[in-house]
Nanobody, 122 residues
């Protein structure tokens, strides 16, 4: 049992930006690192994934063009840069690690953080 530790959540106005961080030192050799979110009353949703082998990235349709996932290997940290935020981005955000057959499917990831809350007001 290891740890993925998210930080950087908080409140923002619609149109604003936030950057989430996730300390991934024990999972840096996982093939994929990802961000998911769960809004109240909704299923967990895949937000973004990065393949650590070559840096290929994958995004959920609702965040394409607005969010960017990237990794700083020297700091063992995964990031999610969120721009042009919308109220519907309000959710608990989780980072995850694993070797999924299907990216952005929650049950394909083995390790999860505790989450960080993001709230976007209109």
């Amino acid at each position: 049992q290891g740890q993925l530790v998210e930080s950087g959540g908080g409140s923002a106005q619609a149109g604003g930006s936030l950057r989430l961080s996730c300390e991934v030192s024990r999972y840096k050799y996982s093939s994929h690192l990802a961000w998911f979110r769960r809004a109240p009353g909704k299923e967990r949703e895949g937000v973004a994934d990065i393949y650590t082998g070559d840096g290929s990235t994958y995004y959920g349709d609702s965040v394409k063009g607005r969010f960017t996932i990237f990794q700083d290997r020297s700091r063992n940290t995964l990031y999610l840069q969120m721009n042009r935020l919308k109220p519907e981005d309000t959710a608990m955000y989780y980072c995850a690690a694993g070797s999924p057959d299907l990216v952005l499917m929650p049950d394909q990831y083995d390790y999860w953080g505790q989450g960080t809350q993001v709230t976007v007001s209109s």
